[in-house]
């Protein structure tokens, strides 16, 4: 498990982290949302003991990760701007990697990339930027470490190799319980793969929960009522996140149980009552204005 | 914790990437020591066989031996330029956000990191070096040139110069921890290199121009020491230090790598610690610690607008202390505005860092008020006479401008340096008497008179040196009771610092010789040598102080001895023969050289002028108002009486006391001539004796003309023209 309690960080006047406090369980794909400058790379950083928070502890497994081998030997860090060597070849960062990551597996290494169709004797620097992040993701998740922290990694990945990523990430949670935490600025990317969410905003963090819990306890449906008395006698039952009307349509945002909130709505005799799917998108756009925010604002 | 197993993995791993720079070590190397190596040797060998009677193999190895040895200027500069780069390779990394994110997210400590970068920037260098100098040994073994000397020589070498390269990389590293970006950690390393020599230099200077009496370079130890914070400046120091040369006793070597290893220590730890304390996130920041900024400011400002100031009033070319004032002010602003940008990364950050600035002015003003005090404390403060154990006097009219070879150092002396060795004046009264009125007579450094340079020894071993400034009159006063010393005489001459028995060669140069820098080698034999230069050393303590005085010298001497470095032949320094040294001349004449008194090589006159200057008064603003007056004589029988009265160059400017009496002050003489050759020669000449009557009432008819010329009478102004025309 990694823990952050109460971390902070500032850039001269700038403060780039505020406060912070994540908890990131073992298991599960932890997602990191928030805009450009919100914070995302300096926490991940500090995860990851590249830099040193100015308050407040991060721990890895109960030990602390800055100045500790032993906690970074438990995860493999992929930055926003990944570096290989200059003229160096897939071949040989596997080989450097390898003397620094015990569990290194480079045969997988090998499989991978040909799966991925890279080359392991070009040259890095021949490759494309997604490329690159393709190779990056690869080292990292053969280096077989427990935690695999990705910084905007999946930006610019194509559909198809993003889907590829994320069923290696899935085989390797399956078969060795991999923990990847990853960062982006694009919701709609980490919406199919992760577990746990933290959006961080303006370097604290807005919201924190299990992408599941947010699922069953967030609901969208549509339903018309004969009169309108009806209709604001049932709204003071349920809580209604958002409620939005077209003609006689109305399009709510409830949150609470599913069969709960179906009774109580048609306790009112409804003409037309059906649920909706809700994407993740819109299940942070009702939290976050609740919590007084406008999302749309805040992510893309 | 890290396992040995993996740091010597990353190690090798990361050797690999930087397997260039040990190449580029072996091509430097290669060709600046087996390769030079060869191509001197072969010109050694041909010399062998050529001039077999003047050199050794033996002499070989030991020239030979100075290319592995520690103070080759050559081998200092490329390690100086490798360490320079090969830091920022090993280091670079730091600068870049990527970089700093690939290493120090690596399960390594940053300890061992630095540690593994560090020792792989050595490994780059030590490795090839090595290997290179013993190539070079192999070549000098097949030639035949390798022996104890040439060993000894290598070991010390490549001691010395790891230790330098370490000094300079390590300095270079420090740099680069302290930084965020290559611009920065080149001028944090230049300036790391420079600032010891700056701050030195700028307090030299400071001194000298706050104090009358300062003699930069001599005694000011303090002064001198503060250089040695630059590293550059140590390994330097340390390579002369503990070469043949330089190596005075094995405790002076000892106390040398000892103090530049305590250096580098400190160094290395200041580094390491800097790289363990050094924010990621600087990285593509100006500086690493934000805390350093108003520190660099204030180290490095004060000292760059004194310099400013100095320059300023070098410029100008004024006294004034306003311009000096104008060129710190100036130079303060510019500094400020520039390392504020280069902080902020941003022009318009002038504004900023104000504070510091203005801590920095107030230093720059201490150093100022501070060397102008003590300056003026050090003219003012008394010489303990009566524990005085004897004094070197140096007035700079008896300044032969000829250097004396020191043998110890393989280096040449001024005549200053070799006053201040050899004399050693006893009459505590004489000095006394001197260097009091010299105290109360001392004028400004620019003041056109006689500089006099003292070297005070004490009882207790205490050196104190003085620079006065005084009249011809006063200093005429008392060179003959200065030449009344045999202290006094042996000081001055070089012939005294020759041990006869060295002398193995005698080069002559007469006055037509010594114009073109022309000489003959004496047909003598080593006794004769030997004789010759006791007779001249005799001879020079005996002449009376007219001989000196009232004639010429007819001719220069050159000993000559073996350099024990390299056993190359070296000229101790010039003798003049004045015309009473019988003996010496007749052992001269006995080497087969035609010496006579009037050898000045003039076949015919042609035309000598005379000028003479006068300070008559001085203007509202101290400025010497003077009255100026030539003559120009072409009739023979005028030309050859006063040929008697004049010394011709080289032996006319301060060939010793009989030049610098008043009589030349204010006097110079320009002689056109045919020489032996049929060659038109023009040279400089100035009287030796008294300026005849006849001369000097030419020359007062001559300058009257101009001081009467608005009512000048008609008469007068003929009168000046005849004279002219005659």
């Known amino acids: 498990m990694i823990e952050a309690a109460k971390i902070s960080k500032s850039f001269e006047d700038i403060k780039a982290v505020d406060d912070i406090s994540v908890t990131i369980r073992e298991g599960e794909v932890f997602g990191l949302i928030g805009t450009n400058g919100a914070g995302k790379s300096t926490l991940m950083r500090m995860l990851t003991g590249v830099i040193k928070p100015d308050v407040g502890k991060i721990l890895i497994d109960d030990i602390p990760v800055y100045e500790s081998p032993e906690a970074k030997k438990k995860f493999f860090y992929i930055s926003d701007e990944q570096f290989f060597f200059v003229n160096s070849t897939p071949e040989e960062m596997a080989r450097y990697y390898k003397n620094i990551y015990e569990g290194f597996q480079i045969e997988k290494f090998y499989s991978y990339l040909e799966r991925f169709e890279l080359k392991k004797g070009r040259k890095i620097n021949t490759f494309s930027k997604g490329m690159k992040k393709q190779l990056s993701i690869l080292l990292g998740i053969c280096a077989d470490t427990k935690y695999l922290m990705c910084d905007e990694t999946f930006d610019g990945l194509d559909p198809v190799m993003r889907q590829g990523v994320k069923s290696i990430f899935a085989k390797e949670m399956e078969e060795r319980g991999l923990t990847p935490v990853i960062a982006s600025h694009n919701l709609r990317e980490l919406e199919d793969i992760c577990d746990h969410i933290g959006l961080l905003h303006k370097g604290g963090v807005l919201l924190s929960k299990d992408l599941e819990e947010l699922k069953c306890n967030i609901f969208k449906v549509q339903c018309v009522f004969e009169d309108s008395v009806t209709e604001a006698e049932l709204m003071t039952q349920l809580d209604v996140l958002q409620n939005e009307r077209r003609g006689s349509l109305a399009t709510l945002t409830l949150r609470g149980e599913q069969e709960q909130i179906l009774s109580t709505l048609r306790s009112g005799n409804p003409i037309f009552c059906e649920v909706l799917p809700l994407s993740l998108e819109e299940i942070f756009i009702s939290e976050t204005e609740v919590v007084g925010y406008d999302i749309k604002k805040l992510i893309f | ?231 550059l400046y140590v390994y330097k120091n340390l390579g002369w230090g503990t070469s043949q040369r330089g190596a005075t006793s094995a405790g002076s070597v000892a106390v040398t790598v000892i103090g530049s290893l305590v250096y580098l220590i400190l160094l290395a730890a200041l580094a390491y610690y800097a790289y363990l304390k050094r924010p990621s996130e600087s990285a593509g920041k100006a500086v690493s610690f934000a805390r350093l900024k108003p520190i660099i400011k204030v180290c490095v400002i004060p000292v760059a607008a004194c310099i400013g100031s100095l320059l300023f009033k070098a410029m100008v070319y004024d006294t004034e202390k306003f311009w000096q004032v104008i060129g710190f002010v100036i130079t303060l602003l510019l500094c400020h505005a520039m390392i504020q940008s280069i902080f902020e990364q941003d022009v318009k950050a002038v504004k900023k860092g104000l504070g510091s600035t203005a801590v920095a002015a107030v230093a720059g003003i201490l150093i100022f008020a501070g060397c102008d005090l003590c300056g003026k404390a050090y003219d003012r403060a008394e010489i303990d006479y009566d524990h005085l154990q004897y004094a070197a006097i140096m007035p700079s009219t008896i300044d032969t401008g000829n250097y004396y070879y020191n043998m110890e150092e393989d280096t040449c002396w001024s005549m200053v340096d070799y006053v201040f060795e050899h004399m050693k004046i006893q009459d505590k009264d004489l000095v006394k008497d001197f260097t009091k009125e010299c105290i109360v007579e001392n004028q400004e450094k620019h003041f056109y008179g006689v500089s006099i340079n003292v070297k005070y020894t004490l009882e207790n071993g205490k050196e104190f040196y003085r620079r006065y400034h005084i009249d011809y009159d006063t200093l005429a006063g008392y060179m003959d009771r200065f030449f009344e010393h045999e202290e006094f005489r042996k000081g001055i001459n070089y012939a005294f610092g020759i041990d006869p028995a060295q002398v193995i060669q005698m080069n002559y140069q007469n006055g037509y010789q010594s114009y073109y820098n022309e000489r003959y080698t004496m047909n003598l034999s080593q006794k004769d040598l030997a004789a010759l230069l006791t007779a001249y050393q005799e001879e020079y303590l005996s002449a009376s102080v007219e001989e000196l005085n009232d004639y010429a010298p007819i001719a220069g001497i050159y000993p000559c001895s073996l350099n024990k470095y390299d056993n190359t032949l070296e000229e101790w320094g010039k003798l003049y023969v004045y015309p009473s040294f019988t003996k010496t001349i007749d052992l001269l004449k006995k080497g087969g050289m035609d010496v006579s008194a009037d050898s000045k090589g003039i076949a015919e006159l042609r035309e000598i002028s005379v000028n003479r200057v006068e300070i008559i008064d001085e203007d509202e603003e101290g400025r010497v108002v003077t009255l100026e007056a030539e003559v120009s004589y072409q009739r023979q029988n005028e030309m050859t009486n006063l040929l008697d009265y004049i010394a011709l160059e080289p032996y006319c400017y301060q060939t010793g006391y009989n030049n610098s009496s008043e009589i030349r002050n204010g006097h ?59």
């Open chain 2, 668 to 726: 110079t003489v320009h002689v056109k001539y045919i020489n032996e050759f049929g060659e038109e020669m023009e040279t400089d000449a100035l009287f030796i004796k008294e300026v005849p009557q006849w001369v000097t009432e030419d020359l007062d008819k001559k300058a009257r003309t101009p001081l009467s010329s608005p009512e000048s009478s008609d008469e007068e102004a003929v009168d000046a023209m005849e004279t002219e025309q005659k």
């Open chain 2, 1 to 231: 914790m890290i396992s040995k197993s993996l740091f010597f993995k990353v190690q090798k791993e990361e050797l690999k990437k930087k397997v260039i720079l040990l190449f580029i070590t072996f091509i430097c190397m290669f060709l600046a020591l087996p390769i030079y190596i060869a191509v001197e040797m072969q010109k050694y060998q041909q010399w062998l066989q050529t001039e077999r009677e003047k050199f050794s193999k033996e002499q070989i190895s030991g020239m030979l031996a100075d290319i592995l040895g520690t103070d080759n200027l050559i081998i200092l500069l490329i390690i100086f330029v490798l360490a320079f780069v090969f830091a920022f390779c090993q280091l670079e990394y730091l600068y870049h956000r990527e970089k700093v994110d690939f290493y120090h997210s690596l399960p390594i400590k940053r300890g061992r990191l630095f540690a593994i970068q560090y020792m792989n920037g050595v490994l780059v260098f030590v490795v090839p070096y090595v290997m290179c100098v013993i190539l070079g040994l192999c070549v000098l073994t097949a030639g035949g040139f390798c022996n104890g000397l040439v060993l000894k020589a290598s070991l010390t070498g490549i001691l010395i110069h790891i230790i330098g390269y370490l000094l300079c990389y390590t300095t270079v590293s420090l740099s680069i921890c302290l930084t965020g970006n290559l611009f920065t950690g080149v001028l944090a390393a230049a300036t790391f290199h420079g600032y010891g020599v700056a701050l030195s230099l700028l307090i030299d200077n400071l001194f000298y121009e706050s104090s009358t009496t300062f003699m930069s370079g001599y005694g000011n130890r303090l002064i001198e020491k503060i250089a040695y914070a630059s590293p």
